[in-house]
Every structure is written in structure tokens, then in C-alpha cells.
């Protein structure tokens, strides 16, 4: 069985994924997903000078205090900025590293660079939930309730990329479809003769806490544990191909 620690995204926390830990879980693999500083549970941490390397440091001492190897690093939205930063200090832990619906960021890039704004101040505020981002109104409602504000330090940091995570023996783009989210990001991995496919629209935005997201990451372990279901296009690329 496989070990996972999950990235969650911008102005969330570990509660998103409580689902699809638990479903991980009874198919006895091995899950962590840490908060990072200043969202969720840990909002209360929110004015102090959070930035992208605090949680890059989140997530690497996850994996060093809990001694973890031949993890599969999952990154979800915001959290592949976080999980490129992981992959430059402990590729070492990392046996497979999935962007599932994640943003991979260049060399020098920050997050505000996708928002087209460099925001100011100490947090970033939560945007307005769409009507259609969620399968239901409860759960947009829920999500809205629970977001928290974003340190604006993480929004802002240029990330130093020498391309470390491409020296990771697998990895996993899972792009979620039926909405337009990061097709763009996926786009350049499509023409690569190592590509896998596999697809079915959703009907949101919220993939990662489908309850199909477990099966869809447990495709992607070390030792696999089975079939990614078609409710995820997977693209798979060879090591040092981008």
C-alpha cells in the first residue's frame, strides 16, 4: 500500500478532503493532510508572515517528523505551487507526485502572476462561491462558510523552480473535466507519446472532494492499487519531459 500527503488549495484546509482520506484510508494506504499555516483550522495564524516557502516547510516537515518515504504527493489548485517547492528540498521522499487539477509553476513565477494582480495587505480576501462551481447549493454554501482568507506573503513569493520534481520516477496530471479549469495547464502534457487518457465530464468544479477523487489518486500510487475511473482525464509524462 502506498503513503499519500495531500496539498489542498488556496483558502481551504484539510477538511476538504476528509472523504477522500477516509476512502484512502480503508483501502489501507497511509494518508496525511496537513493544514497549511493561516488557513482552516489554522486561520488564527493568518497575520503573521505566512509566505509560499512557509508552506513548502508545512509540507516537508510532514513528510520529516513523520518520517515518511516513497510518498505520493498529491497537489490540488494553489497547492502545486507548494508541492513544486516540496519536490526542490526532499525529492529524495518522493516516489510519485500528482497535480490534480494543480497549477505548475516556472521558474520565478508566484501565484499572483495566474491572478493578473499582485494583492496587498496582510490576507487575501475570499472571492464570491459561483452558482454553478458546486453540485449543490448546501455544499457551496458550506465551502463559502468555511474558506478563510489567504496570507498574502503566499500569493506573492517567486518560486525557485530548477525542475527537481521532473526527476521524480512518476508523475500524474489528473485534469478534471466539464468545467473550464486548467485545461491550459494540461495542454502542453498531451502530445507526449507517454500520455494516458481516461475522461467523463463532471458536472463542477469540485473534483478533489468527489468521492471518485479517492479512486482517481489511488490509480496513482507507488505500487497501484487500481484503475483510475473515467471520471478523470490522466496524463502521465517520463521523467525530465514537461
Not at 488556496?10 to 496525511?32: F, I, N, P
Amino acid at each position: 500500500m502506498s503513503t499519500y500527503v495531500i496539498v489542498h488549495g488556496a483558502r481551504a484546509g484539510a477538511r476538504g478532503w476528509d472523504k477522500v482520506a477516509e476512502l484512502l484510508r480503508s483501502r489501507g494506504h497511509r494518508v496525511h493532510v496537513p493544514t497549511l499555516s493561516g488557513l482552516g483550522e489554522r486561520a488564527h495564524l493568518a497575520n503573521l508572515p505566512i509566505t509560499l516557502t512557509t508552506h513548502i516547510e508545512d509540507i516537508v516537515n510532514e513528510m520529516v517528523w513523520h518520517e515518511l518515504s516513497d510518498v505520493v504527493l498529491v497537489a490540488h489548485s494553489y497547492g502545486g505551487f507548494v508541492a513544486t517547492g516540496v519536490a526542490e528540498q526532499a525529492a529524495d521522499r518522493i516516489a510519485s507526485i500528482v497535480y490534480l487539477d494543480a497549477f505548475i509553476p516556472h521558474d520565478g513565477q508566484c501565484f499572483a502572476d495566474i491572478m493578473g494582480e499582485m494583492p496587498e495587505g496582510p490576507v487575501v480576501a475570499v472571492p464570491e462561491v459561483g452558482d454553478n462551481e458546486y453540485p449543490t447549493a448546501a455544499e457551496r454554501d458550506r465551502v463559502a462558510a468555511l474558506a478563510t482568507p489567504q496570507p498574502t506573503g503566499t500569493f506573492t513569493e517567486r518560486l525557485k523552480v530548477s525542475g527537481a520534481y521532473l526527476g521524480i520516477a512518476r508523475k500524474t496530471f489528473i485534469l478534471a473535466t466539464g468545467w473550464d479549469g486548467f485545461g491550459a495547464v494540461a495542454a502542453p502534457l498531451r502530445n507526449d507519446p507517454a500520455s494516458e487518457c481516461a475522461r467523463t465530464p463532471l458536472r463542477s468544479r469540485c473534483a478533489a472532494a468527489d468521492a471518485g477523487g479517492a479512486g482517481g489518486i489511488a490509480g496513482t500510487g507507488v505500487k497501484g492499487s487500481g484503475k483510475l475511473p473515467e471520471r478523470y482525464r490522466l496524463r502521465q509524462w517520463r521523467a525530465g519531459n514537461h
